[in-house]
């Protein structure tokens, strides 16, 4: 039987197409012959809205979301047909389930929280003397209102003084960027808005020689200094062993709780180290997991 699944991807960067291919390739290793139907809202949130409403009125057997704004709307327009998230940071915050051990209806998936704590440790690490951190993020994902707020609680146990600087869209990251000043180094969290625009922050970032530390892999590999981060493709593969549960075993996502990965590794990139004006330490560089050439 070929079971037909809605693919809802809020946008496209580098982690949440990993996300998507990961899914995918747990599906077909688990032997369910899947017919797609692809959808992507380039990071407009009322092309999610649109997107889940079609889905609500197809035949398909389930729904696959990828990054919070997305499953947000499937949530809300799809109440029979199961629903997966991945790359969400914060279900409950998000409103997606009643609980993260009990979903308690239609919709489960995996979470991407990070290490941001292990992240700013990383970032004063590297960047020693660091007194100030600007962080850019979208206004309109609560993922990244719950990182924000992990970052504040990191930053006082550091010593460190979070500057704020908020997005609507990734056409605006570079003038965010800008509107830092003179801060001491740079946290990206996983936001999808400006990791969407991350060329533009690593370009002011490299001007004023200040380092960027994110929160997944996917800026790192465009320039920024490293990062602790979670593997999404394995996050992906992660939400597909759960899709094949629920479409070969008959498992019900209200009893399925949220998952999250622990399989978190340093990476870094020398060069964009470099670009930035930053000396990696030792201590750093010897226990990376990937480096970025």
Known sequence: ETMKIGVLQFVQHPALDAATEGFKEALDDAGVDVEYDDQNAQGEVPNTNTIATTFASDDLDLVFTVATPAAQAATQAILDTPVLFTAVTDAEAAGLVDSNEAPGANVTGTSDLNPVADQLALLAEIAPDAKTVGVVYSSGEVNSEVQVDLAKEAAADLGLTIKEATVSNSSEVQQATQSLGDVDAIYVPTDNTVVSGIAALIQVAEQQQIPVISGDSGPVESGAVATIGIDYAKLGYQTGEMAAKILLEGADP????????????????????????????????????????
């Open 254 to 293: 209200a009893t399925m709780p949220v998952e999250t990965s622990n399989d978190v590794e340093l990476i870094i990139n020398p060069a964009g180290a470099e670009r930035m004006g930053v000396e990696l330490p030792d201590s750093v560089t010897e226990r990376a997991g990937t480096v970025i050439e």
